[in-house]
């Protein structure tokens, strides 16, 4: 009976860490502020629902340059053990650049846009 029960342990844990690590991050990438051109603001990156183990690093950039300055919080994690993380930087968006985060997570490298509110 003891064996049967933890056959059945090990599935429903297996089961759980193979969804967790199928579950890909959410990014938002948005500024303090209301984004406008040629206003001072910050823009930020926030990744969330990162499966542990949590190998991400987040880069802000800005024409596809590295923004200089950029300030990231501590990774944390929330109640049922996803982690988030946040970036951010002081920036004055100007019209015809674009910012970007760059998201590396488990080898695999995306890039999310910051839109103006215009």
């Not at 910050?42 to 596809?64: D, F, M, Q, R, Y």
């Not at 049922?80 to 998201?103: I, M, Q």
Request: hydrophobic share 35%; net charge neutral; charged share 20%.
């Amino acid at each position: 009976m003891k064996s049967v029960i933890c056959a059945l342990l090990l599935c429903v844990l297996c089961h759980t860490m193979r969804s967790q690590a199928e579950k890909s991050p959410m990014v938002n990438v948005y500024s303090q502020d209301r984004g406008l051109w040629g206003q001072k603001n910050v823009l930020i990156c926030h990744v969330s629902n990162i499966a542990p183990p949590p190998e991400i690093s987040l880069e802000l950039l800005k024409n596809g340059q590295v923004i200089p300055e950029t300030h990231q919080a501590d990774l944390a994690f929330d109640g049922d053990w996803y982690y988030y993380l946040t970036k951010h930087v002081s920036f004055t968006p100007v019209k015809g650049e674009r910012y970007t985060c760059k998201v590396t997570h488990k080898g695999k490298i995306n890039f999310y846009e910051w839109e103006p509110d215009e």
